[in-house]
């Protein structure tokens, strides 16, 4: 069965970084476009960044455009999203999800916290 | 951006009773395909979202058919016939025509 695992997450000051990363199994994951989308505690959905199959092209939400990085091994069937110049706002939980239009696949989510 | 407005934002609803959200969208969602790129998701309390409708009226697999999804270009609706206690979450209309992919803010479904 389909299986996304976010890891990398935590707690990290103001203009710190973070690297997240999804192991993903139970597919062929160089198959299909990957998606990171996160929401902020009691608040609702935010797509961040989605890439496609092969690795270019990608695309980034407004929000985190030239801070955030979307990458991808097929290799290692694993997805990034390395995280720059944080601020409070990113504070969320960021779900790796399969697809590029259709969520279907969700993985559990990783909470980031930014906070001094 | 495709700005995407749902009502009511919180729905408090007797089991077995039906119950409707109404999502707009800030422009159509019809795709050159003649496709429709509305999507409906339903995340229960502390799990990921999940996807109930495609393409404006599809329900994926394993999803009841107490679901229904239904609209046009701009105006989308989600009906539950009848409302079981499963059913609470936040409900979220979602456009997928192009990037950003945007949400709705969501809609609390309780069971009273």
């Known amino acids: ?116 | 951006d495709i700005v995407m407005t749902q009502t009511p934002l919180s729905l408090s609803v007797t089991p077995g009773q039906p119950a409707s959200i109404s999502c707009k969208s800030s422009q159509s969602l019809l795709h050159s395909d003649g496709k429709t790129r509305l999507y409906w998701y339903l995340q229960r309390p502390g799990q990921p979202p999940h996807l109930l409708i495609y393409e404006l009226s599809n329900r994926l697999s394993g999803v009841p058919d107490r679901f229904s999804g239904s609209g046009s270009e701009t105006d989308f609706t989600l009906k539950i016939s009848r409302v079981e206690a499963e059913d609470v979450g936040v409900y979220y209309c979602v456009q997928s025509l192009q990037l950003p992919v945007t949400f709705g803010g969501g809609t609390k479904v309780e069971i009273k």
């Open chain 1, 1 to 116: 069965q389909v299986q996304l695992v976010e890891s990398g997450g935590g707690l990290v000051k103001p203009g710190g970084s973070l690297r997240l990363s999804c192991a993903a199994s139970g597919f062929t994951f160089s198959d299909y476009s990957m998606s990171w989308i996160r929401q902020a505690p009691g608040k609702g959905l935010e797509w961040v960044s989605y890439i496609s199959s092969s690795g270019s092209p990608k695309d980034y939400a407004d929000s985190v455009k030239g801070r955030f990085t979307i990458s991808r091994d097929n290799a290692k069937n694993s997805l990034y999203l390395q995280m720059n110049s944080l601020s409070a706002e990113d504070t969320a939980v960021y779900y790796c999800v399969r697809g590029r239009w259709m969520f279907v696949y969700w993985g559990q989510g990783i909470l980031v916290t930014v906070s001094s």
